[in-house]
C-alpha cells in the first residue's frame, strides 16, 4: 500500500512538470506572434508609436470580464473546456455535455483592491439543467458595482454622489444536433447606469438598456490514445451580439463588445487517477476599428498643409455631422466590417487578436491545479497576465481560486493582489440517451 502510495506521488510530480512544459513552450509561441515592437507596426499611424493606441472601446466592457475563478485561473481560456455552471459565458452550446444534471455556482470578484477600493466589486450567480439527454437549459445574473463616486463641476466643487452599477440577466437554450456536436442559443437583457440624474454636456445622463443574443457550437469528441481516454474539444461562439446603448438622449449610441472565439482543448486521461486538460482559444472583438482623425503619409508622418496645420483624415467624418463615421454604421454592418476596416490592413487586423491558454491538472476529480496566461497586443489594449489556481471538489460541494500575476513590469490590472474564489452545488448525474424497445 505505502509502495502504491508513493508510486502516485511520483506520477503526479511528472504530470505537473509536463504541463508546465507545454505551458511555458505555448506561451512562447503566442507571445512571439502577437507581441509589436517599440515602433508603431501599423500603416498610417506615427512612426514614433505616439498616435499608435488603436485600442478598441466598446460600452459595458464588464459583459467580457470572465465571472468565475476556475476559468479566470485557466488565462480567461473556457470556450472548449470541459462545461460547468459558468460555461454559458463562453459557449452555451458546450451545457449539453456537462457531466452533472444540475449545477449552480456563485462568484464573488473584487476589483481594483490594489488601489485600496473596497466596493468596487463584480457577482454573478449561473446553473444549468439538463432537460433530457439532448436538451438543456441554463441562466445567469451578472452584477458589476462601480462603488461610490463624488461627481464635481469644472471648479471642483462638489455636484452629487452616484453609486454606478451594471447588470446583465442571460437565459440560454442548448441542443445536441448530433452524439458529438450541439449548438446553443442565449438570450440577455442588459442594464447600465453610470450616473443617473447628472448633467453631462448640458443634458441629464439615464440609465442604458440593451438586448442581445450569443450563437454557440461545440464539438466534443472521444478518443483512445495508446489505450488511454481522451477528449478533443472544438468551440465557435459569436458572443453579445445586440443593440447599441446610449446614456443621454441625443448622444452618439456606443457598440457593446460583440465578439467572435474560437476554442481549442484537449483531455488525456494518464490512468484513473490523473488527468490534465490543455486549453487554447482566440477572440476578437467584432466592433469597428477606430480610425486615426488626422491625415498620415505611408511613412506614418502627419501630412500638414503650407500652413503647417495638420490635415483631418477625410475617412474620419466624410458627411461632416462633427461624429466619426465608424461610430454611425448599423450593428450587422459593423460586425461584418470588423473583419477588414484596420487603418494598418491585414497586419493591424491580426494584432486584434487576443489569446488564452490554460492548463487544468486533476488529481483524483477532486483535487485541481490551473495556471494559464493571456496575451493582448501591446498597441490595442496591452493586457497581459498569467494567472493560477486550485480547485477542490467533494460530493456535491466545489470551490475555485484563482490568482493573476501581471507579467510586464510596471502593468497595472484591476485584479492585481486579488483573490477570486467560486462556490459550485453539483447534483446528480447527467440524463443518458434512453435505448428504444422494440
Known amino acids: 500500500m505505502y509502495k502504491k502510495f508513493i508510486y502516485m506521488r511520483i506520477q503526479i510530480i511528472q504530470h505537473c512538470l509536463m504541463a508546465v512544459t507545454i505551458f511555458t513552450s505555448l506561451v512562447g509561441t503566442v507571445s512571439a506572434q502577437s507581441t509589436g515592437t517599440i515602433d508603431c507596426p501599423f500603416a498610417g499611424r506615427s512612426a514614433d508609436g505616439s498616435d499608435c493606441n488603436g485600442t478598441i472601446i466598446t460600452a459595458v466592457p464588464f459583459l467580457r470580464i470572465v465571472p468565475d475563478a476556475r476559468f479566470g485561473a485557466l488565462g480567461d481560456a473556457g470556450i472548449a473546456m470541459s462545461a460547468d455552471a459558468n460555461s454559458m459565458h463562453f459557449n452555451a452550446a458546450n451545457l449539453t455535455f456537462a457531466q452533472k444534471d444540475l449545477s449552480v455556482s456563485t462568484t464573488f470578484t473584487p476589483w481594483l483592491r490594489a488601489l485600496g477600493l473596497n466596493d468596487v466589486f463584480l457577482a454573478y450567480l449561473s446553473g444549468y439543467k439538463h432537460i433530457d439527454h439532448e436538451q438543456t437549459i441554463g441562466a445567469s445574473l451578472r452584477y458589476f458595482s462601480l462603488g461610490q463616486i463624488q461627481y464635481t463641476d469644472d471648479q471642483g466643487n462638489p455636484l452629487q454622489t452616484v453609486r454606478p452599477n451594471e447588470f446583465e440577466f442571460a437565459f440560454a437554450y442548448s441542443r445536441k444536433l448530433g452524439k458529438e456536436f450541439s449548438a446553443g442559443l442565449t438570450a440577455k437583457y442588459i442594464f447600465s447606469n453610470l450616473g443617473q440624474g447628472t448633467v453631462s454636456g448640458g443634458e441629464t445622463m439615464r440609465p442604458a438598456h440593451g438586448f442581445a443574443a450569443d450563437l454557440s457550437f461545440m464539438y466534443r469528441k472521444e478518443l483512445k490514445i495508446q489505450e488511454k481516454d481522451a477528449i478533443l474539444g472544438i468551440g465557435l461562439a459569436f458572443t453579445n451580439l445586440g443593440t447599441k446603448l446610449s446614456y443621454t438622449q441625443s448622444a452618439n449610441r456606443d457598440y457593446i463588445p460583440a465578439n467572435l472565439g474560437l476554442g481549442f482543448s484537449f483531455e488525456y486521461n494518464f490512468d484513473e487517477y490523473n488527468s490534465i486538460t490543455v486549453g487554447f482559444d482566440i ?36 458627411d461632416g455631422n462633427s461624429v466619426p463615421d465608424y461610430k454611425e454604421q448599423s450593428v450587422p454592418a459593423s460586425i461584418f466590417s470588423s473583419f477588414g476596416d484596420a487603418p494598418g490592413g491585414a497586419g493591424e487586423e491580426l494584432s486584434e487578436l487576443m489569446y488564452s491558454i490554460g492548463i487544468e491538472y486533476w488529481y483524483n476529480k477532486q483535487f485541481a491545479v490551473r495556471v494559464g496566461h493571456y496575451n493582448e497586443h501591446q498597441f490595442k489594449g496591452n493586457r497581459k497576465f498569467f494567472t493560477v489556481g486550485l480547485g477542490l471538489r467533494y460530493k456535491i460541494f466545489n470551490i475555485n481560486f484563482s490568482y493573476l500575476i501581471p507579467s510586464q513590469a510596471g502593468q497595472r490590472n484591476p485584479l492585481d493582489n486579488t483573490l477570486r474564489f467560486s462556490l459550485m452545488f453539483d447534483f446528480g448525474d447527467a440524463p443518458t440517451k434512453k435505448r428504444k424497445v422494440k
Open 283 to 318: 477572440n476578437k472583438l467584432m466592433v469597428p476599428t477606430p480610425i486615426p482623425r488626422s491625415l498620415y503619409d505611408e511613412d506614418g508622418n502627419l501630412v500638414t498643409d503650407n500652413n503647417g496645420n495638420t490635415i483631418e483624415n477625410p475617412d474620419y467624418d466624410a
